[in-house]
């Protein structure tokens, strides 16, 4: 069984400042991991994954997030935050017979100006 | 370019009536899902089907049923709509490959009075 806690169900930042929203995760399996981005009234986008390899994965729109297995952690950043950013952010790890996704509970990121 | 095809974006039922969600892909994808979004819950898995007549129970699949007799279509069924089955409801799909990203749809928002 999987499971994903996103700590902060809202997260405020300046535009400029850093983008930090937080996702552990708990797999029996060597987990693949996924945020994904909702901006209003559209649907799922993935921003980035990871699988195997390098434990540092770049999204798009600037966003990278970093696997660290010791930390169960998937947290996701952005150095430098723009208006456009504004949505929920959802962190999900894959796993079970058909590698199903399990989602956390979603991050809404407001951006002041 | 590739699709997971939502029938309907809104639909309002009554309470009792058999709802029928559909979802029908174009990818030859193995693997289908439905979620169901809230907020504050993120995304929860109500049943997924890895194959044409294959089913699965996700996390919350009480109140609903599936009906997959074609590989491209997955359907969602309420037999007897409730309140609070009142949601935005999320089909996706994917390939059997460990790497494959899901599809999703862009969603049907069912209210039930």
């Known amino acids: 069984a999987q499971s994903v806690t996103q700590l902060g169900s809202h997260v405020s930042v300046s535009e400029g400042a850093l983008v930090l929203l937080r996702c552990n995760y708990s797999s029996s399996v060597p987990p693949y991991l996924f945020w994904y981005v909702q901006y209003p009234n559209q649907g799922l986008q993935l921003l980035l994954k990871y699988t195997t390899g390098a434990t540092l994965v770049k999204g798009i729109n600037g966003f990278e997030a970093e696997f660290k297995k010791s930390e169960t952690s998937f947290h996701l950043t952005k150095p430098s935050a723009h208006m456009s950013d504004a949505a929920e952010y959802f962190c999900?790890?894959?796993?079970?017979?058909?590698?199903?996704?399990?989602f956390g509970s979603g991050t809404q990121l407001t951006v002041l100006p | 370019d590739v699709k997971v095809t939502q029938s309907s974006r809104y639909l309002v039922k009554r309470t009792g009536e058999k709802v029928f969600l559909e979802c029908v892909q174009d990818m030859d994808h193995e693997n289908m899902f439905w979620y169901r979004q809230d907020p504050g819950l993120g995304l929860r898995l109500i049943y997924f089907s890895y194959d044409v007549k294959m089913k699965e129970k996700g996390d919350i699949p009480e109140g609903y049923s599936v009906s997959r007799e074609k590989k491209e279509r997955f359907s969602l069924i309420l037999e007897s709509a409730s309140t609070n089955q009142t949601s935005m409801y999320l089909c996706?799909?994917?390939?059997?490959?460990?790497?494959?990203?899901?599809?999703f749809g862009s969603g049907t928002r069912l209210t039930v009075v």
């Open positions: 996706a799909s994917r390939t059997r490959g460990q790497g494959a990203l899901n599809t």
């Open positions: 999900a790890v894959s796993g079970g017979s058909a590698r199903q996704l399990t």
